[in-house]
Each structure stands twice: as structure tokens, then as C-alpha cells.
């Protein structure tokens, strides 16, 4: 039987490394690249595998792997900035959700 002790110390990953995660798959971005991203990594405009239909799709995920609903009026031009408005956008909704 294996001693599962330890893992109830072990904290959950952070928004910032689970939004890194998911927009890793969703946009199929290399390892690399989704490790770079710190909070002043421009987003749309400069990554190319965000475009408009990616946006959809990442917001669909991002309401998935998070628990939360993101309503249309909810999302403007700042949300996909950089990543750091990115994580702040999603840390707000998970802060109304509680």
C-alpha cells in the first residue's frame, strides 16, 4: 500500500501554472514557449496560434478547467493582452465564484 501522507501537504498547482497548462494544449504551443510566459508575455497579436477562433475555444477551456463562467461582456481588448491580465482575469473570476 502506498504511503499517501505527503500528498496532503502538497498545495495545488497555482492559476498561473494551470493557465500556462492550458493554454499550452489548447493552442498546441511548444514546451518551451508555455514555460517562457511570465506576466508581461504579450499574448494576441503575438502568438500566432491565438487568433480570433482560438480565443473561443481557450475561453471554453479556461471555464472547463477552472470551474467558472465567462460571460461575452465579461472579455475585452486587455483580457488577452499579456498573460499577466490573462491570470488576473481568471484569479477575479475565481474570486466572484467563491
Known sequence: ???KSHEK???PPSVEVRLRDTLRDVL???GA???ALSADTPLF????ELDSMA???LLTEIEDRFGI???DDDVDGDTFETFGALTAFVESKLATRR
Open 55 to 57: 480565443v473561443a475555444t
Open 45 to 48: 497579436g503575438a502568438i500566432p
Open 1 to 3: 500500500m502506498r504511503d
Open 69 to 71: 463562467v465567462i460571460e
Open 33 to 35: 514557449t508555455a514555460s
Open 28 to 30: 498546441a504551443l511548444k
Open 9 to 11: 501537504n502538497v498545495a
